[in-house]
Every structure is written in C-alpha cells, then in structure tokens.
C-alpha cells in the first residue's frame, strides 16, 4: 500500500490573502535522479537479485562476509580501518559478478580521529565556519582510512532540552540549523566529493525527530504541516540544495506515519518538491520498525511501505532482501521503484570515485591527531564557548594567580570531553582530551593547581566537600567543572530532569560557603536549568563538550586568551516544567502579564527562560545602533532591503560580537513566531572599533508555509529587532507590497 499522502491529506483550507511563491510549484510527483550514462550501461546488466543487493546496508564485518559470498550488498557501516575496509572491498571487487565496489559509512559527528566540540556547541558558535572546519577535518581523517559516507550533519531542530540528541544538532532555530548543516554538508563533500579528502554527507533524520513528546527518544511526533515545513524542513531543504549527497529517515512517526513509511515527506517533498537526487538510507532497523510502529503486520509489509515511499538502502534488518522479490511479484511494489533505488545509491558510489578508486592507500591513513587538527579543534571550541553571566569581571582571570583550585567531578574529566559521539576513528581512543586541570596547570604555569573532584557527576556521597572546601579555602580562586558525563546524552539519553546531576549543585553551594572567589565552568550536552548557579555564582562560562582540547581551550577563555564570543542556540528553561520554551514561539491571545492572572504563564514560576537564545556575555562591551533599512517597502516579487547597523566595542579589549537580526511579522493568516532569525554575523573588533555589519532580506526572509505547505509572502508590515541576542530592542518596519 502506497501511504504517500496520508499527510497530505491533512493540508486545509487557507483564506487566501497573500501570494503564493514560487517554491510551492515544483512536481510533487516524486523527483528522478538525474540520468548517468555509466549507471544505466551498468543497471542493464544486473539482474534482480543483485539489484536488491545494493539496497542492503550491514553494520558488522561478519554479516557483511556473508551477504557478500551471495554477491548481495550494498555497503557496510561501522567497520574502522583502512585495512579491513579494503579487505572487505576486495571481496566485493574481485569476488563478485560485476565488481560493483561496497559504499563504506560511518558516523563521523564531529571527529573522526581529531574530537571536535560537540554540535551543540558548534551551534552556539554562531559561525559557520567553525562546522566547516569540523567537516573539513573530518572529512579529510575519515576517507584517508577508507570511509566514503558519514552520517552527519544532523539537523533536527528541537525544543526539547529533555532529549539527548539535541547534542546532535544546532538547536532550537531553523535558520541557524539549516546555515550550519550547509556549512557541514560543504565541509564533508567539498565541490567533489570523490576527492581523496572528502566523503559524502547524509542529512539526518529525516525528519521532525526533535519533535519527540516528553523529549523522549524515538518518541511520537505530531505536526501541523506549517510547522513542519516552517520548522523541521528548513535545514534539509537548505541541504538538498548544497547538494547532500545522501538523507537518513528518522525513527519517529509523523502525524500517525512513521518516517520510514511517510511517502508524503520522503517522496513528495524530498524527492519530488525539493528534487532530491541522492539516495534515502534507513536508521538502524527502521524499516524493520514499521511493524512495532504498527504500520504494518509484517517483514513484507514493512518492506512494501518504505520502498515506495522513497527510502532507497535499508540498514541493518533485511526486509527488502527477504521480500523484495516477492513483493514484485505480488504487484505490491514494481520494477521501477527498485531502479530508482539502485540508481540512486550507484550515482552516489559513481560520484564518490569508488568504480576507478575502489581501495583506499593503507599508508595514508591518518593514525592521529595532526597538530593543524589539534590547533583547529582547540580554536574552534574556543569560539563555541557562552560565557552566561560574569559578574564584577571575576573571569578573565590574571595569569599572574598565584594558585587555583579546581574542584568537581569534570575538572579532570578526559573523555567526557568529547561528548556524544566521540570520533570512531583510529588514533581518536588513544588520544584522550585535555583535561581542565591540564589546560589550566598549561595556561598559568606560575601558579599552584590543585585538583579535587568533591562528587562524582551523579552520585549522591558528599563525603568529599570537605576537601574540596578545603582546596577552595587554600587557593586564590576555584574553578568549579560541573555538568554531564558524555554518556549523559546523545542517542537514547533523555532525562526527565535537566537539573545539575547528583549532587554538583551543592557542591557549588559548598565552595561558596567559602567566601572565597569562584567561577563555575559547565561541561554538558544539553541546556540546564540552572538558576541557583545564576543567583549564587558570580561567573558561569557553558563550555559544552569541547572536545579534544577541552582543557586548554577552557582555559584559553579563563584567562583571556579568547574571549568569549558564542551565544547560546537553545533557550534555557528556568524549570524543567516550563518546557518546551522557545523564543520563536506563537504569541496567544493573553500573553504572559505578572500583572494579570488570566495570562499565559505558569503560577509558581517567572516568565520567559533563564538565558535566552542568542544570549552570551564578553569580556568587552558593545554598542549596537543606527539600525537603517535601505527601503521602506518590499514588492512580494523580487523585493530587496539592506538592513545595517553600527556595532562599537565599546570595552577595553577585543572582543567577538554576533549581531542577530529578527523578524516580525504581526498580522498574518498563519500566525507568526514573536520572533525569527533571519540573519546573524559574528564579527571580531579590537577595543574602541567600530564597523558596520550589513544584511540583505529577500521575500524568502518573510514569507512562510501555511497548512497546505505552500510559501506564502504576504501584504504588510514587517519588523525588524536587531541586537545582540533575541531579547534585541533596536527595532525598525519596512511593509510588504
Ligand atoms: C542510529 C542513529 O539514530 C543514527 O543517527 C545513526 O547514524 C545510526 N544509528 C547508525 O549508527
């Protein structure tokens, strides 16, 4: 059965009071891959069974030695090694019938062997070019040991703290998300990504999987069309048109559909409206899933819903392997729909170099971090780093201290620094992060370092506050490591509470029973709901997962080195019950008003987030102003506004801004967020500088999808916040014509 437009289906009726833009007449027919010479010579040639080989993905090296002596297989994931892989490919090459080569995936997150900070945290860099650099590296690490595909960038926009996988991605923004996934996607494949340092991408998940209820994993998700494609599509469309070679479906249902068998997103809109020409991937069983979803009744079923609607190899369970053949000949599935499976994945294998290059040079394979990786690792975790509040300037601290002690459970963390999904690479085990105690001990070598964890991150013995008071009350100043251990999220790491694990916020409380001056550093995956730290603590710097250089680029941003220019890319709730908060969220009918009971708003909690996106302190201050908008009309058809500020570093040193520029759009016949980014530059100034920063908006900037999933750019007044986060106040209006 063909469930593509289940979704669809849900589309209703707009009042039309606006135009529709062009991006809404593309064929929703489902998009064919471009045709390729060398694919098709190559299709004739194959019969069934070796067509539907391709379609199988195995994530083991025994598996993959079996489906191989059938000749039926795909590629293969998760084996690391150059020498395996070629050993694993030579089988392919010399031992099959037409040597069709193996395409090799792996997860390559945010370090193959050189760990880079965790993408949250890249997020929070508001600069793209710290992702690009990530998958530049990357990239460059993973194919010189034998890997093709990597799956990243993930992309799943989300507002649910909760859930461990927003590690994973850039946040809560959809423009955000889809300016660092581009970002990656170049970075991964380069103009080529049949280049000996490039591999292909895979947009992943595919999609709304940040949508999951309760913040749960592989949790239930369902969705209005317009925020579906306002909201979760936004990065993936951006993707397909960077040209991502491959996109991975997600585990979650949309609407009562799961992915793997949402013909409506998969093959109307990737396929079809986005004209995606690559190959769709299954996760890890998903096909296989369709039947405890309850979509289908069985290994056919499940089959006969994913191929048609549009997901191309399937991984791990072999549903198409077992009943393709079957499927066909019940008419459930046709010939044409394996063609265009196979197509895709042979254009993919065709495009990587793999037919003329199959092996990969054993010599050339990177066994370890290279200083260049190293220096870009550390930089650009420096440039992730939000400092949230630094009161009296207690940070940056002198290098001339004369002794420092750092307590808590992550102050001598090694490989809780990197975060979820640490690179898989060889060398990358063996090469452990900094620690912070090491990165300070490097940064001030004049001074006394001591090191006391107090606690571990989520035991609940306190025994050990004592010492650690002991080692505050003995040092000039204490750097207090507290957060999550890696483990603590990523893929099936939800957590009902965000709080401070175990017992770390006492052990705060602890060292500031000392009276003595301290400052708090935050190793985590995820936001936290911290409002003792920002009512008790005089500094707090979010150091995410930093990565392999964790230690010292922490310590970079202690003493002043770098100073921290990153923002944060997800809201920080006050109070786990107050999720979801966003700040792009809808405004009601009653917004929150502590002066009026009948608001929205909760009773026994203060309004709005503890730290709000796009918020981040510096070391120096800045000025914005003299915001000035090129027009005051846009023409809904080519319309163009250059919006420009000043922005002055008005402090004593030099410092990062990230000016952020927002939309308003008050009247509208889909309601529209209180705010969206629809701009942002992270610009460097020395003390006393000024420059002009500029941004140009186009119709795209302010139309929207409304609940039949067409673009809609709309008459009248738009406004335009500028500032240096979403709380920004300059504000100015131009009206759409
Ligand atoms: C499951 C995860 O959801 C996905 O992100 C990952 O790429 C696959 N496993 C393969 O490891």
Redesign the pocket.
């Known amino acids: 059965m063909n469930r593509r437009s289940v979704l669809a289906g849900l589309a209703g009726g707009v009042a039309s009071m606006g135009l529709l833009a062009p991006s809404a007449t593309a064929a929703e027919s489902g998009g064919r891959p471009p045709r390729d010479e060398r694919v098709e010579a190559l299709l004739d040639k194959m019969t069934l069974a070796e067509k539907i080989g391709q379609l199988q993905l195995v994530?083991d090296e025994n598996t993959a030695r079996a489906a191989l002596a059938d000749g039926r297989l795909g590629g293969v994931?998760?084996v690391v090694g150059a020498a395996k892989l070629n050993a694993l490919q030579r089988l392919a090459v010399e031992g099959t019938r037409l040597k069709i080569p193996l395409i090799f995936g792996l997860?390559v997150i945010h370090g193959y062997t050189t760990n880079f900070p965790i993408p949250l945290a890249q997020g929070a860099s508001f600069d793209p070019a710290v992702a690009a650099t990530d998958a530049t590296v990357s990239a460059k690490e993973a194919r010189s040991s034998g890997i093709h595909w990597t799956?990243a960038p993930?992309m799943d926009v989300t507002h649910e703290p909760r859930w461990g996988r927003i590690a994973e991605g850039s946040g809560e923004d959809p423009y955000l998300a889809a300016k660092l996934a581009v970002a990656k996607v170049r970075g991964y494949q380069g103009d080529d990504y049949g280049k000996a340092d490039r591999v292909a991408a895979c947009a992943?998940?595919f999609v709304a999987y940040g949508g999951a209820e309760g913040g749960r994993d592989y949790n239930t998700v369902d969705v209005s069309l317009q925020r579906l494609h306002n909201l979760y599509l936004p990065p993936f469309k951006a993707s397909v048109e960077a040209g991502v070679a491959t996109v991975?479906a997600s585990?979650n249902t949309i609407s009562g559909v799961p992915a793997h068998g949402n013909g409506y997103v998969l093959h109307d809109v990737l396929k079809g409206r986005y004209g995606f020409s690559g190959f769709v991937v299954s996760?890890?069983t998903g096909i296989q899933e369709l039947i405890l979803h309850g979509l289908a009744g069985d290994g056919a079923d499940a089959a006969a819903a994913a191929l048609p609607a549009g997901v191309d190899m399937e991984?791990v369970s072999t549903n198409y392997a077992e009943f393709a053949q079957r499927l066909l000949d019940q008419r459930r599935i046709t010939r044409d729909q394996i063609d265009d499976a196979v197509r895709r994945i042979l254009l993919v294998k065709f495009r990587l170099g793999l037919f003329e290059r199959p092996y990969v040079d054993e010599s050339g394979e990177v066994k370890a971090p290279s200083p260049a990786a190293l220096a870009a690792s550390r930089q650009a975790a420096g440039r992730c780093m939000v400092l949230l509040k630094n009161d009296g300037a207690v940070l940056p601290l002198a290098k001339s201290v004369g002794s420092v002690a750092v307590v808590g459970p992550l102050g001598a963390a090694t490989y809780d620094l990197n975060g979820t999904w640490a690179g898989l690479g060889t060398g990358a085990s063996t090469t452990p992060p900094v620690t912070v105690v090491d990165g300070i001990k490097a940064a001030a070598p004049g001074a006394a370092v001591t090191y006391t964890a107090g606690c571990t991150v989520e035991g609940t013995d306190t025994s050990g506050f004592a010492a650690a008071q002991q080692a505050a009350r003995a040092a000039d100043v204490t750097v207090v490591v507290v957060g999550e251990t890696a483990a603590m999220s990523g893929?099936a790491a939800a957590r009902s509470t965000i709080d401070l694990p175990g017992v770390q916020q006492q052990l705060v409380a602890a060292i500031k029973e000392t009276g003595k001056p301290f400052v708090v550093v935050l190793v985590n995956g995820r936001p936290l709901t911290i409002p003792y730290l920002h009512d008790n603590a005089p500094a707090v710097l979010e150091a995410w997962a930093p990565g392999v250089q964790g230690g010292h680029a922490i310590a970079d941003v202690l003493f002043g080195v770098v100073n921290p220019g990153g923002k944060l890319p997800v809201s920080f709730p006050r109070a786990v019950g107050q999720i979801p908060i966003y700040y792009n969220h809808e405004n009601t009918g009653r917004p929150a008003d502590p002066a009026n009971k009948y608001t929205s708003k909760y009773l026994d909690l203060e309004s709005g987030p503890l730290y709000e996106f796009g918020h981040g302190l510096s070391y120096t201050t800045f000025r914005i102003d003299t915001l000035r908008l090129s027009e005051t009309r846009m023409p809904a058809r080519g319309g163009r506004i250059e919006v420009s500020v000043r922005v002055a570093n008005t402090g004593s040193r030099a410092g990062d801004e990230v000016v952020q520029l927002y939309l308003r759009d008050p009247v509208a016949s889909i309601v529209q967020p209180v705010r969206r980014l629809r701009g942002f530059q992270r610009v460097t100034l020395a003390a006393g500088a000024s420059t002009t920063v500029s941004f140009t908006l186009t119709p795209e900037d302010v139309g929207f999808y409304d609940n039949a999933a067409q673009f809609r750019v709309e008459p009248g007044k738009i406004e335009v916040y500028v500032g240096n986060s979403s709380a920004a106040t300059l504000s100015s209006s131009f009206t759409v014509v």
């Open positions: 994530g994931f998760s997860d799956y993930m992943k998940h991975m585990f996760d890890y991984m893929e």
